[in-house]
T-cell receptor, first 112, second 117 residues
Framework: AQSVTQLDSQVPVFEEAPVELRCNYS??????LFWYVQYPNQGLQLLLKYLSGSTLVESINGFEAEFNKSQTSFHLRKPSVHISDTAEYFCAALYNTDKLIFGTGTRLQVFP | GAVVSQHPSRVICKSGTSVKIECRSLDFQATTMFWYRQFPKKSLMLMAT?????????EQGVEKDKFLINHASLTLSTLTVTSAHPEDSSFYIC?????????????FGPGTRLTVT
């Protein structure tokens, strides 16, 4: 069955430290991958996406993710986090349909 | 741009009553809207896909007679939880795809917390 796995439910980190949020997906011939961010009391917002082409994708606020087909991973990274990055992060996949399949989310908590 | 609202943000109802949740696309038209349910520490689970002017498509295991979906206009979809029971307590999230949007585009509402007592 198609699935997305986020093994880390919470990731605490100090400000200005690097962070990696892990995401693995079930293998498929065709898959599109997404990271969404949810700030308190707000809806999910698309952070970045991989559709095709370059396997490294970047967001406007310094996050990046790399599509790794051999490891079926799409980990999210940021070299230096800010307090304002504190949020819930969801990895999601689209397998040949318009149905997004979500992971269980990772709570990123940035401490001063 | 691309804002989706949900109303109410929180609702508490008694067992056996019905509750309606509204999902609106504020600055775009959406032919397709999605309804998700989120349990604590669980991922968002797609309940149904609604298309303006036609019947909703429900995911396997979702009772269509219990979760009534109406998508009567290009900016409004409603989810009615009929004869609610405590096990229906959950966080319900909608999303909307712009009519002119790409296949992967979905804009999410902030969610509605339903508590059935």
């Amino acid at each position: 069955a198609q699935s997305v796995t986020q093994l880390d439910s919470q990731v605490p980190v100090f400000e200005e430290a690097p962070v990696e949020l892990r995401c693995n997906y079930s293998s498929s011939v065709s898959v599109y991958l997404f990271w969404y961010v949810q700030y308190p009391n707000q809806g999910l917002q698309l952070l970045l996406k991989y559709l095709s082409g370059s396997t490294l994708v970047e967001s406007i606020n310094g996050f990046e993710a790399e599509f790794n087909k051999s490891q079926t991973s799409f980990h999210l990274r940021k070299p230096s986090v800010h307090i304002s990055d504190t949020a819930e992060y969801f990895c999601a996949a689209l397998y040949n349909t318009d149905k997004l399949i979500f992971g269980t989310g990772t709570r990123l908590q940035v401490f001063p | 741009g691309a804002v989706v609202s949900q109303h109410p943000s929180r609702v508490i109802c008694k067992s056996g009553t019905s509750v309606k949740i509204e999902c609106r696309s504020l600055d775009f038209q959406a032919t397709t809207m999605f309804w998700y349910r989120q349990f604590p520490k669980k991922s968002l689970m797609l309940m149904a896909t609604s298309n303006e002017g036609s019947k909703a498509t429900y995911e396997q295991g979702v009772e269509k007679d219990k979760f009534l979906i109406n998508h009567a206009s290009l900016t409004l979809s409603t989810l009615t939880v009929t004869s609610a029971h405590p096990e229906d307590s959950s966080f319900y999230i909608c999303s909307a795809r712009p009519t002119s949007g790409r296949f992967y585009e979905q804009y999410f509402g902030p969610g509605t917390r339903l508590t059935v007592t």
